[in-house]
């Protein structure tokens, strides 16, 4: 059976992200017309349309969203095919693509990458900071090998596995009037003095998780999309927020005015670990990288 290129496979995945002939032809290092005519040609092999052309837009259509969705499948196989290969005689030449979360990236990974230089010198590491949902999508892509990042989550074509349990603390103000007698009750709080991070942050549900508010007036409506952020908050005194164990041993409270208190690991926790796509040709190489990982400060 005759069977189209690859490379018209990768234009019209190209195309499909970008939605611009201009930017789907930069992202493949073609030509635009290159690019177009590629298109066209998988069109007429196909005898289908694929994309609807205008003057200002690009739309696909229904039956071109669908092969494009089984082309990006196949592009992605193919890639496994050429890891597969490579790492059958050294499984350290392509490099391992690590994403990590916000609130645990800047306080594991250095830690984390010195353990894996110490064990595996050849290894290349590229790393990326970003939410959950974000990092998730980038590894089913196939642009990420391994995630770094707070379980559980729901995501289809992924492997996951906890290494340790993370427990929490409640930050407040050394003189702060907000709580009574510094007593764990969240639905006793002043309004808009709960502080969490921004939707997206995987944090925030875990927090509001062991929380179980019955009032949500008391979340601020502010949303930030680092700790930091809120830790300059609560110490003006602002309001409250929740830290995890990690953050907390790290040292990001010194020079402030801020106290903390652990909250019942039963309630208040996550649990930190890895996920990677099923089925992934350097399975065992991820293996022995996640064994590497701190769990003590």
Known sequence: MHLPPLRQLQYLVALRETQHFGRAAEMVNVTQSTLSTGIKELESFLNVALVERTNKSVAFTELGNRIADKAR???MQTEDLVDDARSL??????PVRLGAIPTI??????RFVKAIRRRFAGLNLYIRENTTAALVDELIANKLDLLLLALPFEAGQVESMVVFREGMHLAYHSQSQ???GKRIDFDSLPDETLLLLDDGHCLRD???AGCRLKNQKKIHTFGANSLDMLLQMVDEDLGVTIVPDMAVKAGVLKGTNI???QLPISRYYRDI???WRKGASREKLFFELMELLPVKS
């Open 73 to 75: 499948d196949i592009l």
């Open 89 to 94: 005689s050294d499984p350290l030449a392509t």
């Open 105 to 110: 990236a800047p306080y594991l990974v250095s």
């Open 178 to 180: 907000l709580l009574k």
């Open 206 to 208: 875990h927090a509001l």
């Open 259 to 261: 106290e903390t208190t």
């Open 273 to 275: 670990g890895f996920a």
